[in-house]
Structures are given as C-alpha cells and as structure tokens.
DNA sequence: GTGGTCAGTGGGAGCGTTCCCACAGGCCAA
DNA sequence: TTGGCCTGTGGGAACGCTCCCACTGACCAC
C-alpha cells in the first residue's frame, strides 16, 4: 500500500488562497459575488493542492447525497441479461456520471423489498430513485414517493400509475412497422403479440391494430397469436399461425427474439422469408442484425432511455411540485432482408 | 409530497433513553460495557422513534463510507446483456446488501477512464473495488491498489496480475467436459475454443488439452477451431471443423453460445447430434437448456462467485496486509441429450 | 478504613462542509 | 458631509455522528 494520502480541506484552500472559508466555498459552487481576483487565487489554491471536496461533510451539511438509486426488483432482474436494459443502464450511468451523481444500484430481494425500501428511504442516502419496472402491477413508485423522494420510472411503466415515466413509444413503433407491411403490398398481415399485461405487450398490439384500421383492412382475431416474448414462444406461435387458413402474407413480431423464433418455425416449415411471408420485428436487439435473413425491426435507443430518465429525474429533484408529462420516445423502422 | 420527515437524531434517541449520547451510539454501535438496563431503553426508543443513523455524519466522524464501488469498464459494458455476468452483478448486489454496503456502480468510459477513477480514488467516496474485467492486460486493479484502495477482480481475471480474484476454474471445467466425451468412448474430440488472449478461452484450451493428455490422446491441431465465444464464430468453427478428415466424433465448445452455433450448423449439415457427434458446451447459460437437442454443459454458478467476490473484498478491507490467495470456483457436468 | 480496579456512564471535541450574519469599503444621491 | 445601498468578504455555528477522556460508584484486598 501507499502512504496515506492526506487530502486538503477547504480550510487548507482558503488559507492558501489567502482568503476566507467562505470565499472559497463560494467559488467551489459556483457562486456569485466574489471579485475576479479572489476567484483565481483560489481556483490556483485547488489545483495546487488537488482539492476535492469531501462529500460526507457536503451530505451532512446540505442534507442532499448526490447519489441516485437505481432500483431493480429481484422479478426484474433478468433485466440484466436483456440488451435492451443493458443498454438504459448505459445511458443512466454516463447521464448521472456527467451531473456528478454517484449511481447506486439496488437489487430489491422480493422477499426484504418493504425492508430494503424504506432503509434507503429512511436513510435518505439517495437524493432520487430510478426504477426498472416490467409489470403494470407495482406499487413502488407510489411508496416512493410517499417519503417525498422523486422517482421516474423507465421502460414499460403503466401509464395508468401516476408517476414520472420514460417509454419508448410502443403504439408509433408497431404502426410503423406495420405500415411499412402495407406499404409493401401485404394485405394479411399476422402479429406475434406479446402478454397483454405488460405494457409492450399490450401497446404494440394496439400499433399495429390501430395500423390495419387505418389502412382499411379488418383486424382477424385469427391471424393474431402470442407469445411471452421468448424465443422458443415465438416459434411455436408461427407454427400456430401457418396453420390458419388462408396462411398469413407477413407478420409482426412483437420483439426481436420472437421474430428469430419465427423464422426458425418458418425455415423449418420450408417457407421463404421474404418471398412468401414478410416478418418484422420490434427491438432492434443485437439478435436482429445477425437472423437467418437479417430481421427488419422497429429501433429503439435504450441509451437514450437511459439518458432521459436520468435528465427527468434531476429535473424533478430541482423542482418536486411541478408535474411532468411522461415522455414517449420515438422509434424508427430498420429496413432489412426479412421484408 | 408529504410532510417532510424529522428524522430523529442520537441525541434525542439518547433523551428518551434517559442515557447520554455515548451510551447510546455505543449500543447502537454494538459495544461491550452497557448494562443490559440501558442497553434496553436505547433499544425501545430507536423504535419508538424509527432511528436511523445518518451515514453522511458517520461518514465524516469515522472516514468510512460504506459504499463498495462495481467498476465495469466500457470495453465489458456488454457484460450486462451476458446472463453469466448478470448472475455475478446478483450475487454480489445479494451479498452487499446482507453486508449493510452499498453498491455503487461505475460505468467508467475508456475516454475519460482515468479521470473517473482517480476521482473516487480522491474522494474516497468507496471502501473498495469491485472488478468485473474480462481482459489480460488490464492495469487498472494495480492502480486502484496504488491509493490504498483494496481490489477484487472477478471473472476471467489475469491470474499474472498480483491482484485478489475469484474466477471460475476453467481448466478444470474443460477437463470435466472433455473427460465425460472420452467416457463415452469418444476418440476424435474437436474443440471450439474461445479467444486465446482471454482467460477463459485459453485456460478452457488448457483443460481440453491436458484432460486429452491425461487420457492418452493426442492434441491433434486439426481438431481444434476458434471462435469470438458467438453464437455465429461457433457456427462456421463447426463447418470447417465437418471438412476435416476424419471428422470429430465429439466437440467441445467453450461456451455455449459457440455450442449453439456448432449445433446449428451440424443440423444445417443433416448431422445427428448425439448420435453422429457429441457436442459439450460451457457456461450453463439458460440457452443451453432449449437448444436442440438441449445440450450437455459445465455448470458454474455467477451468484457464488459474487458472493465470493464481495466476501474476499471485506476480507481484504478488514485485513488489507494478509495477502489473500486467488479463489478458484468449482464447476460441475450438467449432462443433458447432446452428448 | 483506605486504596485500587473496573464496569458503566456522560458529554466535549471535532470530522469538513455550507449557511448566514456582520461588516468593510466604495459609490451615489440628498 | 451624511446616509443609504450594494458588492465582496471573513468567520461563527451547526449538521449528526464517533471517539475519547473524565468521572461515578461497586466491589475487593489489604
């Protein structure tokens, strides 16, 4: 190990600066009123000394951390594997890190979640909450914000539940990508939906409803199937779907993964994609990209996602009482070989 | 919002104990000398008022934070879509959690990598590291111990580098693999192997190697492919390993997402998996149990080698002068219709 | 009795900030 | 000249905790 490193306090600063505590303070943070002169010697002082300012004295004092949580609860931690959250988890860590807030990750056991809650609450160790949330059931964001912490939920948030939330806006993307189909000529064009009890589930399916009506086309209950958004329930939800008479001319997937177990269930069934069936996707997952034929996809930017939730959340750390709309993000079509 | 809580603080704790704040910050604190009468009375009035020390003034008074930092490099950002290092991120939250720490987590971006990691170096906002690093070459464990900071590097650690690390036993793993194929009366056993400048790609290059050794087989060169641990370098490994003569009766693949490449290409090539060629994997991740045929793997356990990662971390903040042997978890053979 | 030890206790000091108040000095209008 | 204001400044107080020292009163051995 090293020799202890002895760090400078702001008293150490100021007298090197030749000025007082207060002064130098009102440097560190930016604020105004100190003459030009004053300024300089001490912003010398902080770069000659390495200065940084402690930040347990800064909490103690200021009543505010710094710090965000981030908060997974254990029915969502598969989150992890996702390339979707992978990537929102991105954009929070380079949005915070860029504002100075320290990131703490708090991975709620289902079991001690009432406990872990209101530990993080009751310390107030953190200054706001980001919540990774799939199911339209929770009631965290409520209980949250019952102790007077701003949250801001992200990804799949039940717009139903009264909190500050970041989407992707799932309706726009399902009608583009079926939009896209008609455009393309289809005429019976099948979906792959997703759960109805979750957001996305639920949302795309209303995209691309709302699509086929106003295209003038019906919506056929039997060219609709679901799946749970994995892979293998894709692929049995095709197999269900050629079976339909007559067969469908294209089919929306309600995420990525469903779609390359659709066209595994179609390869087997000797059916050409894109020549006697189209297929999109919904994701733009790394998956897509590499498909046996690459995967037309609706893209979403998880980053940004990411990024906004964070620039949502500060904002309603500085100003709690005015309400926020919830912000839907856009999507973009990916046109590729699969349609 | 609501009602801004008072928190209560030691003094009033200690008031309503009729004790004085020493006595009652030394219950608090679980310290010897209290009688059990006092200890009692604090013990009542912390939850009659719902106490909770406040870190930020601990912090101060003792130096500590008790925040343990996850510092996951931009070049491993995509650990978080890998199931195996999400198990880890489990564990270790799990174990932190148990541990009263919390987890800050560090997306440290390559452009700005030594600014943000001598800024909590500085700050000394941590009491340790946590290391997720997939690379030989990484020197950041060395510089973090430089400001005295203890370090656990975890998952395919350089075992040159002198730094405490729990890894998986890979050599051991591949033996365990490769010994099951020759049980089987294998003889021609190919393998896909990973990245040689990654542990876990040369180290599982080792165990298939020398478990070959130990059975009296020769390493045969024109039995051994490579891939990039995907799913697509797992594919076309397994094609050119089909054109050589006399083909392998078995393969060991050193991770699964190769193997469920390798097994795609052998149903492309109208193979018969198990009967034509055996196939193992590594890893156990969950798409090793829905490949076709579901395929025989190595298990290993990423929450236990969180847990284990934290545990060697608080050993080593308890302790920072004992040096600590690297911890080398154990694997075991999940046999399943691939082999 | 006296002196020592020792369990148990209370409260001062100080950790490094920020906030706030008091105040110096310059300037302008009366 | 006097009063008022306004910019810029210094330093006391406090945030809530832990550490440590001083102290009390039992208890024991002499």
Known sequence: ??????????????????????????VINGQAKVSE??????????????????????ALKTQ???????????S?????????FAGIVRGI?????????????????????????????????????????????????GRIREHGLPVVVGGRANPALETDFVDVDNVQGARLAVEHLVGSGHRRI???????????GHSRYEGYAAALEAAGLPVDEALVAHGDFGQASGESAM????????????????NDLMAAGAL???NDAGVQVPEDIAVVGFEDAPIAASTHPPLTTVHQSPEEMGREMVAMLLAAMADPTTPRPGRMLPTRLVVRASS
């Open 264 to 266: 595994r269930a179609l």
């Open 239 to 254: 197999r269900a779907l050629l079976e339909r008479s007559p067969a469908p001319d294209a089919v929306f997937c309600a």
């Open 64 to 74: 505010r951390t710094d710090a965000v949580a981030l908060v997974i609860a254990e």
């Open 1 to 26: 190990m090293i020799a202890p490193q002895p760090r400078p306090t702001l008293n150490e600063v100021a007298a090197r600066a030749g000025v007082g505590r207060g002064t130098a303070s009102r």
């Open 37 to 58: 002169q004053a300024r300089e010697a001490v912003e010398r002082a902080i770069a000659e000394l390495g200065y940084v300012p402690n930040r347990a004295a800064r």
């Open 93 to 141: 860590g380079a949005a915070l890190g860029a504002a100075g807030r320290q990131l703490v990750l708090l991975l709620a056991q289902a079991s001690e979640r009432r406990g872990t809650l209101d530990e993080f609450l009751t310390r107030q160790h953190v200054d706001g909450v980001l919540l990774l949330s799939l199911h339209d059931d929770d009631q965290l964001p």
């Open 76 to 84: 969502e931690e598969r989150v992890f594997g996702e390339p979707f």
């Open 190 to 200: 099948a979906t792959i939906a997703g759960p109805p009890d979750m957001v996305a």
